[in-house]
């Protein structure tokens, strides 16, 4: 960063061919902004550049080696500040804003030639006596003077009282910045290249109207720089310079107001004009699609879009700044020792000039406007009552810097010592609005908690989800103890008091998607359920079956019974009585012709039975065989089939389970 102290005028030769020149700017010039051509020629001023001139409106650069890299290497390039000059060069970069000329340029200022100090700014001849003029300040009647050195302040300090204050000389450091200003909105972009007011570096305000056009003439080199040693007096350090930059840039932004308001206008039409344009584009395609699926995802899409128009609508502004131009004066400077009724201590100033007319200035040291009444911070500085505040928690005062000015519960103020963060919303919040998170035991704002409709704890945002309105009980805050997610659904948050767990897998279930298989009657969820193909009764996959007729069919288990013939299982459309032992077989294993099955078709003559079976037989029947005939027996996959004759042509058939011999069905014949 390059520093120039600038001490005496200097002597305007005559012009040479070739030579380096400052011209004015010409009346063929429309596209130079007001601030563009004089801050270029400040700009080569400080870096050394030479320029030579063309023209009226045309001018070359002759590059010095540390300069280049911001202009692509080129030693030379010559400069057009109108579209004539353009034509007769088509080669030159044209300075216009936003051109790439003019970013470059503002690159290497920024790079280079930030500051520009001009030296002490000369006292008015006039000025007999530091304390010959009246007392009056920029606000009225604030201050009157007592004796030689001591003035009286009249503005009044809330729940305080200001000690008698002394007169002394300071210089002040005094200067304003040069800035770049970008402005997008939508597909519009606009620069500009502003200037702030002329303001005291120190105390934060602006100065007079005389002491303004003072700065100017020094700077314009219209007068020489006064000399530093014949001011003898303290000098008053600037302010920190991110608080200046903030000060100087809020300035900024109230010049800049008029044009944010035009271009935040236009961004609003070309929002309404896209928007709908939108609107009629997504309404056209819903109406070609039939899938609910579908109109949801074109639905969503429609609403993206519309949120990224309405985002990229917004006005944003992008201050560069270019340059602070800055300068001493020798002023007057009063100051007061301020006593709150609670202990508290600050000091107050104010200042006039020596170089001017103008009478004293009294600025708030926090945002730099007049005071109507002086506020002492309860961290020892002072400030005014439009940008202090009074604690709702302690009562004590306190200025921007060191609290909130609203609470996100109450919307009170609130000091640094009983302000909090919420780390649910990330809002600034009293201590008197603050509770604990019973999740985790953190501590959150009162509008962040709220009990949770299972369990009633309370818990904040960040811990606690809502479940949707169409749950078996409603939209209610849910804390992640009582949190569960529906299987049956589309994983909607539900309560734990609104589900059951699925037979199947273990996992929730609503009421509102809850099904029971139809064999077992337990909860499932819908990824283990299915409809049997015939009955359209609900089974789960333990209680699925197939028939073996029809392996393709899904039944349920209760739908399907195993042949004791073949033991496969059949369905009831695929099975018979057979006609000699009573059993329901497979249609495969009864024969057409006889209605018997393959088992009762089998039977043979057994001359030794085993006893067994003859005992559970003869229980069975209730009676003693004729002795002359002769048993027949079959056996097959489940069951042995036992013919016993009763004598006189009647016989009985029993079927007896293999493995306990108990009978499972009697049939008499005759």
Not at 75 to 99: H, Q
Not at 289 to 298: G, K, L, R, S
Not at 312 to 331: C, N
Not at 601 to 607: P, R, W
């Amino acid at each position: 960063m390059k520093r120039k102290t600038r001490r005496k005028p200097r002597p305007k030769p005559r012009p040479k061919p070739g030579a380096t020149t400052r011209q004015p700017v010409s009346s063929a010039d429309p596209l130079a902004g007001s601030a563009l051509r004089p801050l270029l020629e400040r700009y080569c001023e400080l870096a050394g550049v030479k320029q030579a001139t063309l023209g009226p409106d045309h001018a070359e650069l002759r590059l010095p080696p540390a300069e280049r890299p911001f202009f692509r290497d080129r030693e030379r390039l010559s400069v057009a500040f109108s579209l004539d000059a353009l034509e007769r060069d088509p080669d030159a970069e044209i300075a216009v804003l936003g051109s790439p000329f003019v970013s470059q340029v503002v690159e290497a200022i920024r790079a280079r030639a930030a500051r520009l100090s001009l030296g002490l700014i000369a006292p008015a001849s006039s000025v007999s006596s530091p304390l010959s003029r009246r007392g009056r300040g920029t606000g009225g009647e604030d201050l009157r003077e007592k004796g030689d050195d001591g003035v009286e302040l009249t503005i009044p300090v809330r729940d305080g009282v200001a000690k008698p204050g002394a007169t002394r000389l300071a210089v002040h450091p005094v200067g304003r910045l040069v800035a770049r200003v970008v402005l997008r909105a939508g597909a519009g972009v606009e620069e500009a290249v502003v200037e702030t007011d002329v303001y005291d570096l120190s105390a934060g305000a602006p100065v007079g109207a005389d002491l303004a056009a003072a700065f100017r003439e020094l700077e314009a080199g219209q007068v020489a720089p006064a000399d530093p040693a014949g001011a003898a007096a303290a000098a008053v350090a600037a302010r920190e310079p991110g608080e200046l930059l903030r000060l100087l840039l809020s300035h900024l932004r109230e010049k800049a107001g008029e044009r944010v308001g035009t271009r935040r206008a236009a961004a609003e039409q070309e929002l309404a004009a896209e928007l709908g344009r939108l609107d009629r584009y997504f309404e056209s395609v819903l109406k070609e699609q039939t899938d609910p699926e579908a109109i949801a995802t074109v639905s969503a899409l429609a609403e993206r879009r519309r949120a990224e128009e309405i985002r990229r609508s917004q006005v944003k502004a992008v201050v560069h700044p270019l340059q602070l131009v800055e300068a001493a004066v020798l002023m007057q400077r009063a100051e007061w020792r301020l006593e709150s009724a609670r202990g508290r201590r600050a000091t107050f100033a104010a200042q006039r000039s020596l170089g001017g007319a103008s009478g004293w200035s009294l600025a708030c040291p926090q945002c730099g406007r007049p005071p109507a009444m002086l506020v002492i911070c309860r961290h020892d500085h002072c400030g005014c009552d439009a940008c202090s505040h009074r604690c709702s928690v302690c009562g004590e005062d306190f200025c921007v810097d060191h609290g909130t000015a609203e609470c996100r519960v109450d919307g009170l103020p609130a000091c640094d010592q009983h302000v909090q963060v919420c780390p649910s919303c990330r809002l600034e919040h009293c201590t008197a609005h603050a509770g604990v998170c019973a999740e985790d035991g953190h501590a959150a704002c009162s509008a962040c908690l709220a009990p949770c409709g299972s369990c009633g704890r309370e818990v904040c945002n960040r811990h606690s989800q809502r479940s949707h309105a169409d749950a078996p009980k409603g939209s209610r805050r849910l804390c992640p103890a009582c949190l569960r997610y529906c299987e049956g659904g589309t994983n909607e948050p539900v309560g734990v008091d609104e589900v059951a767990p699925c037979s199947s897998c273990g996992k929730s279930v609503c009421t509102a998607h809850q099904a029971v298989c139809a064999v077992d009657e337990q909860v499932h969820c819908s990824l283990h359920l299915r409809r049997a193909d015939r009955s359209r009764r609900l089974v789960c996959a333990r209680h699925r079956a197939a028939c073996a007729e029809e392996p393709a069919a899904l039944l349920a288990s209760d739908e399907v019974a195993v042949c004791p013939v073949c033991g496969r299982g059949t369905c009831e459309l695929h099975r018979a009585a057979c006609g000699y032992c009573g059993r329901s077989v497979c249609t495969a294993d009864v024969g057409a012709e006889s209605h018997r099955c393959a088992t009762c078709e089998g039977l043979v003559a057994v001359s030794d039975p085993p006893e067994a079976v003859v005992t559970a037989a003869l229980a069975a029947v209730g009676g003693a065989p004729q002795a002359s005939r002769r048993w027949r027996m079959a056996r097959d996959k489940s069951h042995v089939v036992v013919e016993v004759d009763l004598g006189r042509t009647r016989k009985a058939v029993v079927a007896l389970r293999l493995a306990d011999n108990v009978p499972d069905g009697v049939v008499h014949h005759t």
